[in-house]
């Protein structure tokens, strides 16, 4: 046998390496969109289902390539199984490499495998051996029109998967809105404080809107009790803080790589009255509504108390936090 007897394999092995320095030199290349198709979805199935049964009498044609479809939908997911408990996790790179490695040990078992067969399933591709494998000559003319319609049934949804993978629709929009302790932490907040004492904490804003989006950030300090008993909250006192905007392009969410933020700021505040507060930070899109009632003063007796309520419910984009402010 010579090495056009392996050629399918051999191919397969190729196309599997290529993908490999595709994704690391040109990751965005339509090449790397097709060949990342067929590597997920026929090359795991293929080799495995030929080092299995590499003689010709076992399987006729048609079998072997539903057969390497249907093994490959099979065989991807588990290894995705397998990736979950190591501490690589499913991300591209070590799914890149597990497939890789998947296709050349089974690939080159097939060649060992089918060098050792008696009577060997080759593939050969020509006009004779397709009608000879859809028994065309036998056929009627109702069986020739279904099996076009089938073939083109099957090419048109093989196109249709491959331009939904190759374009697929945006993600869910959203945006990150996070507030961390003083040393970069989801930890550490400042919960106890004297009158008049400084206290920071880091606000992070991530736009993952697909467009973008100016921020309106609005902080209030305000005192208040949720009634169990009426299931109402009321607001004693409510006095704006500070404000600010900050406009922010579009950020990919990056699945593959390490969490890095987009935009951060140190925030540092004081309290100046004694009690027990929270401390609102309401996030407005593109525009904010005027605070309505006094510039300056409490805001609890006007409409402004709308705005927490808001955010209580779920209705606006928010953090808070509970801090206690004792006398010095």
Do not use: C
Not at 6 to 28: C, E, M
Not at 161 to 169: A, E
Not at 193 to 217: C, M, P, Q, S, W
Not at 235 to 250: K, S
Request: glycine content about 6%; overall charge negative; cysteine-free.
């Amino acid at each position: 046998m010579s090495w056009r007897d392996y050629w399918d394999l051999i191919t397969i092995i190729t196309l599997s390496l290529l993908l490999d320095l595709l994704i690391a030199f040109y990751p965005d290349s339509l090449l790397r969109k097709a060949l990342g198709l067929a590597f997920v979805l026929f090359f795991p199935g293929y080799v495995f289902i030929t080092a299995l049964f590499p003689e010709k009498k076992e399987l006729d044609n048609l079998e072997r390539l539903a057969l390497s479809f249907g093994l490959s939908i099979a065989i991807v997911p588990l290894i995705g199984l397998g990736l979950n408990y190591t501490p690589w996790g499913i991300r591209l790179i070590p799914i890149l490499v597990s497939l890789t490695v998947f296709n050349l040990i089974f690939g080159i078992a097939a060649i060992y495998r089918r060098a050792n067969a008696v009577d060997p399933w080759i593939p050969r591709i020509s006009s004779e051996k397709l009608k000879e494998e859809l028994e065309w000559g036998k056929s009627s003319k109702l069986d020739k029109a279904l099996t076009v319609i089938l073939i083109i049934a099957i090419i048109s949804s093989i196109a249709t998967l491959g331009y939904v993978i190759t374009h697929p629709k945006p993600g869910e929009k959203f945006t990150e809105f996070y507030i961390l302790g003083p040393e970069g932490k989801a930890a550490d907040y400042p919960t106890e404080l004297f009158v008049g004492e400084k206290a920071r904490v880091i606000l992070g804003i991530a736009n993952h809107e697909y467009r973008d989006v100016t921020y309106h950030v609005e902080v209030w300090l305000v005192n208040l009790t949720y009634d169990f008993e009426t299931n109402e909250t009321i607001i004693y006192n409510m006095y704006i803080v500070d404000y600010f905007n900050v406009t922010l392009p579009h950020k990919p969410v990056d699945i593959e790589g390490n969490w890095t933020p987009q935009w951060e700021t140190n925030y540092t505040f004081t309290i100046n009255r004694a009690g027990k507060w929270q401390l609102w930070f309401l996030l407005f899109k593109d525009e904010r509504s005027p605070v309505p009632g006094p510039l300056k003063g409490d805001y609890a007796q006007t409409n402004a108390t709308q705005r927490i309520l808001d955010a209580i419910e779920g209705e606006i984009q928010s953090l808070k936090l509970n801090i206690e402010v004792r006398e010095i």
